[in-house]
């Protein structure tokens, strides 16, 4: 009897559990307050369903979740009778972002800064962000106190206006950058190496010369680098600190340092635990540096060259960490490399950012490599320098990032763009003919997707000249270039007695061969009229006609360089030839070889020779066109007229059928190091020479012209300006000197 009464009682305890479960478990879910988002949206938010049992956490936890999607400003969820009631009020959809007060930067450049954009779902936390970024971008060009208000304008049917309001404020600039504990080095070298400049008049546009705390902890690093390369290991800075001059909206910068003492390298050993990797080898290859300055640069570049080293026996995954050994009394740092097989890692994401009008497609085509492949920091360091070469952008940085508890790795690649277009204005004057001018159009990034674009023309009493080139570097998503070419061209020279007009048009197909070796072939046709005047000389006579030349050709290069954007080692070598005849009145082969070898001999000195030369010759008991005739001068031999060099009848200039041009040059630096100018040394050798008989007695025999000079390049506020000044040396009285010239770019 007993037994049967606990049973009772535990039969009813758990259908009264049971009832009671029922009771709350979720029935019916309403929602109200739905204007845009529809009810599976939130409920897919909200992790709810029906029969689910209900719970106070269960409310929390739906109600985080629905908070954490930002779509509502106010939620409310309750529950009574199996019906839960979620009650949401939506954030409403921007309808414009506006900005006022902004001069100095333009809206287009603000949006690009920010997340909340039009057709957005505004979010408070989204606009705080927002306003940070734009002081973010404010700070960094100097504009520290400048301060932004967001506001809404409210509008119909939950949209509304986002409204940025803006105080710029001043500009604050470095008037003065104050160096204090340096005996070793003086002010101005080390002010060299910072990127912080102090403000002058002509810098009034520098953006060096604007206060930036990130940038002087920059300069710090570079500092500290620049020691550590020359020695002293132990440099720091005791203090650093920036100041505002009182009534003013300039800083001081006062840097205090601790130079410490000279050490240089000693011992230096390899541990590799791979067996084909001969340590013995690689330390003999070091131990060059022992006993020399300690510069943390050739650790550095000892990590490469052991990498590239293992690279040739298949080791791609490896560790080397360069551990030193700081000697105080003797003043040396032993250093021993430790080499290990890390682990594979392969590629998970490659990010793209900073590219506001390129398109990624444009940046990703330069890698070798996609997402899932192995990682490789050579083809790293190679896509890097391919994007630098593209002239796109002012920055690149490719930085990895390990994905957490995996074997992958995320590159995120940032990019400043550049101003790609440019219009240019060139001048040059010579002893005998005065003044030139020329003016052209370009963007290399037609419409952010890489395309190239060039309009050139030059204008004169004498000349006028129409050339438009198109190219599509990457045709039908392949690296395959496609470039179409038109150009007409009309001479009347005061100095000669007929005038020519050539119109043409051209083709070309670019394609690799391998990794450094490429192809272009091409084609164009082109019809040149040369009318003579009555008291026209017997040579002069001899250009009257009309010519139709048909030409066929291809350019092949071989590139050993260690970078296509500004290589400071390797070479490169190229191969042109075109054949006339194929159609049209001419028949000729024409051949072009040059070959460009750069030398490092320091980290900031480079040295380039670049020589190119070539023939022209005609068949079929025909001659090659004279304006087809090879000419020199201008940038290909500096100090000369372009067109104004070699054999000479009466008053016209011939050219010749074989020409070459030897260029060497090498960088130097100038004592205003604070000015953004590059500068080099040059001596230039050249010749043309060589014509048929159609000429007669026409001395044209081989003769050497040379030149040296200055050549400056100014990256301004207004756009690049070249100057060459040049002093020829060897030259023939029929030659027109040309000793000084420039041109200007303005960019856009």
Same mark, same amino acid.
């Given at each position: 009897?007993?037994?049967?009464?606990?049973?009772?009682?535990?039969?009813?305890?758990?259908?009264?559990?049971?009832?009671?479960?029922?009771?709350?478990?979720?029935?019916?879910?309403?929602?109200?307050?739905?204007?845009? $988002? %529809?009810?599976?949206?939130?409920?897919?938010?909200?992790?709810?369903?029906?029969?689910?049992?209900?719970?106070?956490?269960?409310?929390?936890?739906?109600?985080?979740?629905?908070?954490?999607?930002?779509?509502?400003?106010?939620?409310?969820?309750?529950?009574?009778?199996?019906?839960?009631?979620?009650?949401?009020?939506?954030?409403?959809?921007?309808?414009?972002?506006?900005?006022?007060?902004?001069?100095?930067?333009?809206?287009?450049?603000?949006?690009?800064?920010?997340?909340?954009?039009?057709?957005?779902?505004?979010?408070?936390?989204?606009?705080?962000?927002?306003?940070?970024?734009?002081?973010?971008?404010?700070?960094?060009?100097?504009?520290?106190?400048?301060?932004?208000?967001?506001?809404?304008?409210?509008?119909?049917?939950?949209?509304?206006?986002?409204?940025?309001?803006?105080?710029?404020?001043?500009?604050?600039?470095?008037?003065?950058?104050?160096?204090?504990?340096?005996?070793?080095?003086?002010?101005?070298?080390?002010?060299?190496?910072?990127?912080?400049?102090? +403000?002058?008049?002509?810098?009034?546009?520098? %953006?060096?010369?604007?206060? #930036?705390?990130?940038?002087?902890?920059?300069?710090?690093?570079?500092?500290?680098?620049?020691?550590?390369?020359?020695?002293?290991? =132990?440099?720091?800075?005791?203090?650093?600190?920036?100041?505002?001059?009182?009534?003013? =909206?300039?800083?001081?910068?006062?840097?205090?340092?601790?130079?410490?003492?000279?050490?240089?390298?000693?011992?230096? %050993?390899?541990?590799?635990?791979?067996?084909?990797?001969?340590?013995?080898?690689?330390?003999?290859?070091?131990?060059?540096?022992?006993?020399?300055?300690?510069?943390?640069?050739?650790?550095?570049? +000892?990590?490469?060259?052991?990498?590239?080293?293992?690279?040739?026996?298949?080791?791609?995954?490896?560790?080397? =960490?360069?551990?030193?050994?700081?000697?105080?009394?003797?003043?040396?740092?032993?250093?021993?490399?430790?080499?290990?097989?890390?682990?594979?890692?392969?590629?998970?994401?490659?990010?793209?950012?900073?590219?506001?009008?390129?398109?990624?497609?444009?940046?990703?085509?330069?890698?070798?490599?996609?997402?899932?492949?192995?990682?490789?920091?050579?083809?790293? =360091?190679?896509?890097?320098?391919?994007?630098?070469?593209?002239?796109?952008?002012?920055?690149?940085?490719?930085?990895?990032?390990?994905?957490?508890?995996?074997?992958?790795?995320?590159?995120?690649?940032?990019?400043?763009?550049?101003?790609?277009?440019?219009?240019?204005?060139?001048?040059?004057?010579? #002893?005998?003919?005065?003044?030139?001018?020329?003016?052209?159009?370009?963007?290399?990034?037609?419409?952010?997707?890489?395309?190239?674009?060039?309009?050139?023309?030059?204008?004169?009493?004498?000349?006028?000249?129409?050339?438009?080139?198109?190219?599509?570097?990457?045709?039908?998503?392949?690296?395959?270039?496609?470039?179409?070419?038109?150009?007409?061209?009309?001479?009347?020279?005061?100095?000669?007695?007929?005038?020519?007009?050539?119109?043409?048009?051209?083709?070309?197909?670019?394609?690799?061969?391998?990794?450094?070796?490429?192809?272009?072939?091409?084609?164009?046709?082109?019809?040149?009229?040369?009318?003579?005047?009555?008291?026209?000389?017997?040579?002069?006579?001899?250009?009257?006609?009309?010519?139709?030349?048909?030409?066929?050709?291809?350019?092949?290069?071989?590139?050993?360089?260690?970078?296509?954007?500004?290589?400071?080692?390797?070479?490169?070598?190229?191969?042109?030839?075109?054949?006339?005849?194929?159609?049209?009145?001419?028949?000729?082969?024409?051949?072009?070889?040059?070959?460009?070898?750069?030398?490092?001999?320091?980290?900031?000195?480079?040295?380039?020779?670049?020589?190119?030369?070539?023939?022209?010759?005609?068949?079929?008991?025909?001659?090659?066109?004279?304006?087809?005739?090879?000419?020199?001068?201008?940038?290909?031999?500096?100090?000369?007229?372009?067109?104004?060099?070699?054999?000479?009848?009466?008053?016209?200039?011939?050219?010749?059928?074989?020409?070459?041009?030897?260029?060497?040059?090498?960088?130097?630096?100038?004592?205003?190091?604070?000015? #953004?100018?590059?500068?080099?040394?040059?001596?230039?050798?050249?010749?043309?020479?060589?014509?048929?008989?159609?000429?007669?007695?026409?001395?044209?025999?081989?003769?050497?012209?040379?030149?040296?000079?200055?050549?400056?390049?100014?990256?301004?506020?207004?756009?690049?300006?070249?100057? $060459?000044?040049?002093?020829?040396?060897?030259?023939?009285?029929? #030659?027109?000197?040309?000793?000084?010239?420039?041109?200007?770019?303005?960019?856009?």
């Amino acid at each position: 009897m007993i037994r049967f009464i606990q049973f009772l009682l535990i039969f009813f305890l758990f259908t009264a559990a049971a009832y009671s479960n029922d009771n709350n478990n979720i029935k019916v879910i309403k929602v109200e307050g739905l204007q845009r $988002i %529809s009810y599976e949206t939130v409920l897919s938010y909200s992790d709810l369903s029906i029969d689910m049992l209900y719970s106070e956490e269960l409310s929390n936890n739906s109600l985080k979740k629905l908070y954490k999607t930002q779509l509502f400003s106010d939620i409310s969820i309750t529950y009574l009778n199996n019906t839960l009631n979620i009650i949401v009020k939506e954030n409403p959809t921007i309808n414009l972002v506006l900005f006022e007060g902004n001069k100095s930067k333009k809206d287009e450049d603000l949006i690009s800064e920010i997340k909340l954009k039009e057709r957005s779902v505004f979010s408070r936390s989204k606009v705080k962000e927002d306003v940070k970024r734009l002081l973010e971008l404010y700070q960094r060009s100097g504009r520290l106190s400048a301060q932004i208000d967001p506001s809404v304008e409210l509008l119909e049917n939950n949209r509304i206006n986002l409204i940025y309001k803006i105080d710029e404020a001043a500009v604050l600039k470095v008037s003065k950058i104050t160096i204090l504990g340096n005996k070793i080095f003086r002010d101005s070298e080390i002010k060299k190496v910072m990127t912080t400049k102090t +403000s002058s008049l002509l810098k009034f546009w520098s %953006s060096g010369a604007q206060y #930036d705390p990130d940038r002087i902890e920059y300069d710090k690093e570079l500092i500290k680098d620049f020691y550590n390369k020359n020695g002293y290991v =132990n440099f720091k800075f005791t203090s650093s600190i920036a100041q505002l001059l009182s009534s003013s =909206n300039k800083f001081e910068i006062i840097l205090s340092v601790s130079e410490g003492e000279k050490y240089n390298f000693g011992p230096i %050993s390899v541990n590799t635990k791979f067996s084909k990797l001969d340590s013995e080898l690689i330390e003999k290859n070091l131990s060059q540096y022992s006993g020399q300055t300690f510069n943390s640069e050739v650790l550095k570049q +000892s990590v490469e060259f052991i990498k590239n080293s293992a690279t040739q026996f298949g080791y791609t995954f490896i560790e080397i =960490n360069p551990n030193m050994k700081i000697n105080d009394l003797d003043k040396t740092v032993d250093v021993n490399f430790s080499i290990d097989e890390g682990p594979k890692v392969y590629l998970n994401r490659i990010n793209i950012s900073g590219n506001t009008r390129t398109i990624d497609k444009v940046i990703r085509r330069e890698f070798s490599f996609s997402e899932g492949d192995a990682y490789n920091k050579r083809s790293i =360091n190679n896509a890097k320098n391919k994007i630098k070469a593209l002239n796109f952008f002012e920055t690149v940085e490719i930085n990895e990032e390990r994905v957490l508890s995996t074997d992958k790795l995320n590159l995120n690649v940032k990019v400043i763009e550049k101003n790609t277009g440019s219009a240019t204005l060139g001048a040059g004057y010579g #002893d005998q003919n005065g003044t030139t001018l020329t003016a052209g159009i370009s963007e290399s990034n037609f419409l952010g997707k890489g395309q190239k674009v060039k309009v050139s023309t030059s204008f004169s009493n004498t000349q006028n000249l129409y050339d438009i080139s198109i190219t599509e570097p990457y045709f039908n998503n392949k690296d395959l270039l496609v470039r179409a070419d038109l150009y007409s061209k009309f001479d009347d020279l005061d100095n000669v007695n007929y005038e020519t007009e050539t119109i043409g048009a051209g083709l070309a197909l670019g394609f690799p061969l391998s990794i450094s070796n490429r192809i272009t072939t091409k084609y164009s046709l082109l019809t040149s009229k040369t009318k003579a005047d009555a008291n026209a000389t017997t040579y002069e006579k001899l250009l009257s006609g009309t010519d139709t030349v048909s030409v066929i050709g291809y350019n092949l290069s071989i590139d050993k360089r260690n970078s296509p954007y500004k290589p400071s080692s390797g070479s490169i070598f190229t191969v042109e030839q075109n054949l006339a005849g194929i159609g049209g009145t001419s028949s000729y082969l024409q051949n072009k070889i040059s070959y460009k070898k750069y030398i490092k001999f320091s980290n900031s000195f480079i040295g380039a020779i670049k020589s190119e030369l070539g023939s022209i010759n005609g068949y079929n008991d025909k001659y090659a066109p004279i304006d087809e005739m090879f000419n020199i001068g201008g940038k290909k031999l500096r100090g000369f007229k372009y067109g104004k060099v070699g054999p000479k009848f009466d008053t016209s200039y011939t050219g010749g059928n074989y020409y070459y041009v030897i260029n060497t040059e090498t960088n130097f630096d100038l004592p205003i190091d604070e000015y #953004d100018i590059s500068s080099s040394l040059f001596v230039d050798v050249g010749s043309v020479w060589g014509l048929d008989n159609r000429y007669g007695t026409i001395d044209d025999n081989h003769k050497i012209r040379a030149s040296v000079g200055i050549n400056l390049n100014w990256d301004s506020a207004i756009g690049p300006i070249n100057f $060459i000044l040049a002093e020829p040396f060897m030259s023939e009285p029929t #030659d027109t000197i040309d000793k000084f010239s420039f041109d200007i770019g303005y960019n856009f």
